[in-house]
């Protein structure tokens, strides 16, 4: 009996070990200073600052960026593409709209890690 309770708590100790380790494990977007878009229509430029703040390499090869409220969407290019815990890489994209833009906007930057939402400021 003794050895079934120990291997039953033991178990559930790595379980739980497991599980903490693999959520902090992780790789965690934030903007860093102002999301800017320039421009007039047709192309407007987005210039956009993302650091890591988490504890795993950010690969951002495949990102893109939506703005819902004009219907335009757009593939981010960083430089650079990875980031380190701590790292802050810039990024760019040519967005194609019809809409003139005046005044600031929502905008989702979407990854493999999850979406980011955003203001995109009017430079």
């Excluded at 860093?32 to 956009?48: K, M, Q």
């Excluded at 999850?114 to 203001?119: S, V």
Aim: with cysteine; aromatic share 4%; proline share 5%.
């Amino acid at each position: 009996m003794l050895i079934i309770t120990l291997s039953v708590v033991a178990l559930i100790g790595f379980f739980m070990y497991s599980v903490a380790s693999s959520a902090t494990n992780r790789p965690v977007l934030v903007q860093a200073g102002d999301a800017l878009i320039s421009g007039n229509p047709p192309t407007y430029t987005v210039t956009i600052y993302l650091q890591n703040i988490g504890t795993s390499t950010v690969d951002l090869t495949e990102i893109n960026l939506n703005v819902p409220d004009i219907g335009a969407s757009a593939s981010l290019t960083c430089n650079p593409p990875t980031l380190k815990s701590g790292e802050i890489t810039k990024c760019t994209a040519s967005l194609s709209t019809t809409s003139t833009i005046t005044t600031a906007k929502t905008a989702i930057i979407e990854t493999k890690y999850g979406a980011l939402k955003i203001t995109l400021l009017r430079a």
